[in-house]
């Protein structure tokens, strides 16, 4: 008999949670799991959107489509390769899924409300997005390359984003890799069935270093 994906040493609740998250993932794999494949930029207009109608003072309106977002990090979090990401992916989706209650509520009195949830969930999109491409990398055989160029090339975007919704702006020394990040995706999206640029490793790498934490930071191998 197989063991159970969640048969570890984990504490309990952990567990529980993991055990949830990977009957989240197996489900959604079965089912092949239609928005998986949606492209990001449906997600990428959800939160400006919601910012603007709050700003009119379209509480409910903002409220669906924060909702909007949320169903597709939700979907998102069934394409990862990693329970652990894929638990933070669920965590942002339950801070969205309050901030829309509360806007039903008409419970939210300031944008920077919206803000500080918005940039916590490109932050952890934008690793999602990183991890999708360089698992996708480190298996030739399983390569997609239009959506690895969808990949890098959200990865990159998000984490731009988010450090916007924080007030911040990008640190001089990450500005190359995120280019990069940008510039492969570009060049694989135009031309998907030839060899990918041989540098496309090196960059997925790089990108990496810049998005990810340290402490959970994972090795691309290059094939």
Not at 41 to 46: A, G, I, K, V
Not at 63 to 84: I, N, Q
Not at 140 to 168: I, M, Y
Not at 180 to 202: F, K, M, V, Y
């Amino acid at each position: 008999m197989r063991p159970h994906p969640c048969a570890t040493s984990r504490p309990a609740g952990r567990s529980r949670t993991a055990c949830a998250v990977a009957g989240l993932l197996v489900a959604l794999a079965a089912a092949g799991s239609p928005l998986a494949a949606q492209p990001t930029p449906r997600y990428e207009l959800d939160f400006p959107t919601a910012r603007a109608q709050f700003d009119r003072g379209e509480a409910r309106r903002a409220a669906y489509t924060v909702s909007l977002a949320s169903a597709y990090v939700r979907e998102e979090s069934g394409r990862c390769r990693d329970a652990d990401a894929a638990m933070r992916l669920l965590a942002a989706e339950s801070k969205l899924d309050a901030l829309v209650s509360r806007l039903r509520g008409d419970n939210v009195r300031a944008g920077a409300s919206l803000d500080s949830v918005f940039a916590l969930t490109d932050r952890l999109m934008s690793e999602h997005h990183y991890r999708q491409a360089a698992f996708a990398w480190s298996i030739p055989r399983l390569l997609r390359v239009p959506e690895l160029a969808r990949d890098l090339a959200a990865s990159a975007t998000l984490f731009e984003r988010a450090l916007r919704r924080e007030g911040r702006s990008v640190d001089p020394t990450a500005a190359p890799a995120l280019a990069d990040a940008q510039r492969i995706a570009t060049l694989l999206a135009a031309a998907p069935a030839a060899p990918p640029p041989p540098e496309t490793g090196r960059v997925i790498e790089a990108l990496g270093r810049v998005v990810v934490t340290p402490s959970v930071m994972v090795a691309v191998a290059t094939p």
